[in-house]
């Protein structure tokens, strides 16, 4: 009889416990609390990494790994990004045929404005990233898009990004329907997909600073600070999403689509773990 | 102090007869460690280590069972792509099924047919599986 008794305390105490930690971590509407979130993710790595400042994490790995760093410092002496800052400045200070330009689609003349973006668009009902507010000037002022990934647009988004440096990231979630995107890019960041079952935070999070193969996954803290990135990888500039893509496919999973609503969502829900940290783009990669 | 003992106790019995007795997990431990083809003893009752996909496959390789079989891993791709958890692979192998088939060689064509739609079923069990899980993944 105690065996039972001490058989049905234990699945009743596993239950409840599995049920409490759901509840805390906010997985739907109703519980999702984003600064909750934020703090809690900045929690875990500073227990983790206590002799790392939280300001250093927009450094990503090379935050955490000294041998790492010293590379890196070495390649920031000569920045592979720094022609596409001045690429970025050209396109961005080009008037469109209609005479317009894109300073007259963003506040401030869109220069000092990366930390705001992504952004919640009430009247668009959407996340609006940075790259997509580059595209939707481009369509509204009778001009093509851009690819998504490289080129043109990592350029001009690079530019901005440069422009905002040391500005702190202040991602609002204002209302109901933005909370749902970020819960919906909570979700992304956490779910397991493609045929190596693996998610966003299992190199991220849990595998931060865990060797795979030969590399050494950044944390998620800060990871969003510093793109658009210049991979020795790509050998050229690319943007978040771009990286995004990669990922998935690392995992062997089939790519969701750039720009597409569940990429914005997560870029809305890295971004706003990020909140507080400054704008340190563009950066250099591996 | 006894109690504390005994409630431990009782709470690692707990998990270790769940997991032994998962039927899921008794298969997959079967499979990883033989394979397909393999019979194993389940609460008393005899399985084998197949995937459905894999007796749906165990038929005379002919035309039209490789057609079959490709059209249903073709729609079952399908399925998967809606719910956005392909995997990379799957489209491969459907190309070289369907390659395989035009060839003519159907027993080549039904196994890589299987394969694929095993690798979509996955998929949309790992959709399922997102759901709900992975909220356990959130640090507290």
Same mark, same amino acid.
């Given at each position: 009889m105690k065996i039972i008794k001490s058989l049905l305390a234990g699945a009743s105490i596993a239950l409840v416990a599995s049920i409490t930690q759901a509840a805390n971590s906010g997985n739907t509407l109703a519980s999702v609390d984003p600064e909750a979130d934020r703090l809690a993710l900045q929690s875990y790595f500073q227990k983790r990494f206590p002799q790392v400042a939280l300001s250093d994490y927009v450094n990503g790995i090379y935050a955490l790994d000294a041998p790492s760093r010293e590379q890196w410092q070495d390649i920031e002496e000569f920045p592979p990004y720094e022609f596409d800052i001045e690429e970025?400045?050209? *396109?961005?200070?080009?008037?469109?045929? $209609?005479? /317009?330009?894109?300073?007259?689609?963003?506040?401030? =003349? =869109?220069?000092?404005?990366?930390? $705001?973006?992504?952004?919640?668009?009430?009247?668009? &009902?959407?996340? @609006?990233?940075?790259?997509?507010?580059?595209?939707?000037?481009?369509?509204?002022?009778?001009?093509?898009?851009?690819?998504?990934?490289? &080129? /043109?647009i990592a350029q001009i988004s690079a530019y901005m990004a440069y422009t905002s440096r040391d500005n702190v990231f202040d991602v609002q979630i204002p209302n109901d329907k933005a909370k749902a995107a970020y819960l919906d890019g909570k979700q992304s960041f956490y779910a397991r997909r493609g045929q190596l079952n693996m998610s966003c935070a299992n190199c991220h999070v849990a595998g931060a600073y865990i060797k795979i193969r030969a590399d050494l996954p950044g944390p998620t803290l800060g990871h969003v600070t510093h793109f658009p990135v210049f991979r020795s990888k790509w050998g050229n500039l690319g943007t978040l999403q771009r990286r995004y893509g990669g990922c998935q496919k690392n995992v062997r999973g089939v790519p969701q689509k750039t720009q597409g609503e569940k990429f914005r969502n997560l870029e809305f829900f890295q971004t706003y773990m990020s909140n507080g940290l400054v704008v340190n783009g563009p950066g250099a990669r591996k | 102090m006894k109690k504390t003992i005994s409630l431990v106790a009782? *709470?690692?019995?707990?998990?270790? @007869?769940?997991?032994?007795?998962?039927?899921?997990?008794?298969?997959?431990?079967?499979?990883?460690?033989?394979?397909?083809?393999?019979?194993?003893?389940?609460?008393?009752?005899?399985?084998?280590?197949?995937?459905?996909?894999?007796?749906?496959?165990? @038929?005379?390789?002919?035309?039209?069972?490789?057609?079959?079989? +490709?059209?249903?891993? /073709?729609?079952?791709?399908?399925?998967? +792509?809606? @719910?956005?958890?392909?995997?990379?692979?799957?489209?491969?192998?459907? /190309?070289?099924? $369907?390659?395989? *088939?035009?060839?003519?060689?159907?027993?080549?064509?039904?196994?890589?047919?299987?394969q694929a739609e095993y690798h979509s079923r996955m998929g949309i069990a790992q959709y399922h599986q997102s759901q709900t899980e992975w909220i356990m993944a959130v640090p507290e």
């Open positions: 970025g400045e050209a *396109l961005f200070n080009k008037t469109f045929a $209609n005479g /317009k330009s894109y300073a007259d689609c963003f506040a401030n =003349g =869109g220069i000092g404005i990366r930390q $705001n973006f992504p952004r919640w668009d009430a009247s668009q &009902g959407k996340v @609006v990233t940075l790259e997509l507010a580059i595209n939707q000037c481009r369509e509204a002022n009778g001009e093509e898009a851009l690819g998504w990934k490289k &080129g /043109k | 009782a *709470l690692m019995m707990v998990s270790g @007869v769940v997991a032994a007795h998962s039927f899921n997990e008794a298969f997959n431990e079967q499979r990883a460690m033989y394979g397909k083809g393999h019979s194993f003893m389940w609460n008393g009752q005899t399985y084998i280590t197949d995937h459905p996909e894999e007796v749906a496959a165990a @038929v005379e390789a002919n035309a039209a069972n490789a057609a079959k079989l +490709l059209a249903s891993a /073709k729609a079952k791709y399908a399925e998967v +792509l809606a @719910v956005d958890f392909g995997w990379t692979l799957t489209a491969k192998l459907l /190309k070289s099924a $369907n390659k395989a *088939l035009e060839a003519g060689d159907f027993r080549k064509s039904m196994n890589i047919s299987a």
